[in-house]
């Protein structure tokens, strides 16, 4: 089945540092990769969606100059917290869909990466 | 896209099927029912998804109404790794689109 992977899985940064995290579809190609974060007890929120070879699109309230995302191939989008803050502590997780057409869209569910937990101090 | 309404939580003992209800009686005709599930500190489980029949797959059922104005996943013989946050997300199936996740029910399978 389609895997989405994250990298790191975890990572603790210091204030004002940035950090950026990884998102691969092992197995498949994506033109479009999302990206949700997670706060504790909370449900997902949609950050933004990540297009290859073009911009991202922000979710209202998202600042693009803080969550950098490029989407340089089929197959990898990064997301880059840029001055990282205490309050951008949060679980990231990135998501894509089997975009070759193989299973048409009937059968391409969106597949989720396994989250990188951002601790910053 | 049509809301959903999921019970916050729900017991079921290990061995017994789970049944997960989810109201959308909202839905507009183009929009899939789709499940995902999350354990503790993961990302989301793609587990099912419908637009009018009945689905089966090596994890779940699913049921969707006549009407399609309710569905229910069905896990037939739940165990504890099958404790987790179900969410019931109803989108129209495009190439573009992302899935909007609401509270969800957390199921707890106990012993």
């Known amino acids: 089945g389609a895997v989405v992977s994250q990298h790191p899985s975890r990572v603790i940064c210091k204030s004002g540092t940035s950090v950026k995290i990884e998102c691969r579809s092992l197995?498949?190609?994506?033109?479009?990769m999302f990206w949700y974060r997670q706060f504790p007890k909370q449900s997902l929120m949609l950050m933004a969606t990540?297009?290859?070879?073009?911009?991202?699109?922000?979710e209202q309230g998202v600042e693009k100059d803080k969550f950098l995302i490029n989407h340089a191939s089929l197959t990898l989008s990064t997301l880059t917290v840029t001055s990282a803050h205490p309050e951008d502590s949060s679980f990231y997780i990135c998501?894509?869909?089997?975009?070759?057409?193989?299973?048409?869209?009937?059968?391409?569910?969106?597949?989720f990466g396994n989250g990188t937990r951002l601790t910053v101090t | 896209d049509a809301k959903t309404t999921q019970p916050p939580s729900m017991d079921c003992a290990e061995g017994r099927a789970a049944n997960l209800p989810c109201n959308h009686s909202?839905?507009?005709?183009?929009?899939?029912v789709y499940w995902y599930r999350q354990i503790h500190s993961q990302g989301p489980q793609y587990i099912i998804h419908?637009?009018?029949n009945n689905e089966t797959n090596e994890m779940a059922s699913l049921i969707i109404t006549e009407d399609r104005k309710s569905s229910t996943l069905i896990l037939p013989h739940a165990t504890l790794r099958d404790t987790a946050v179900y969410y019931c997300i109803v989108r129209v199936a495009t190439w573009g689109n992302d899935m909007r996740f609401g509270a969800g029910t957390r199921l707890t399978v106990k012993p």
């Open positions: 419908g637009l009018k």
């Open positions: 909202t839905i507009s005709g183009n929009e899939y």
């Open positions: 990540s297009n290859e070879g073009s911009k991202a699109t922000y």
């Open positions: 998501s894509a869909r089997d975009s070759s057409g193989t299973g048409g869209l009937r059968k391409s569910p969106l597949h």
């Open positions: 197995d498949f190609q994506a033109t479009t």
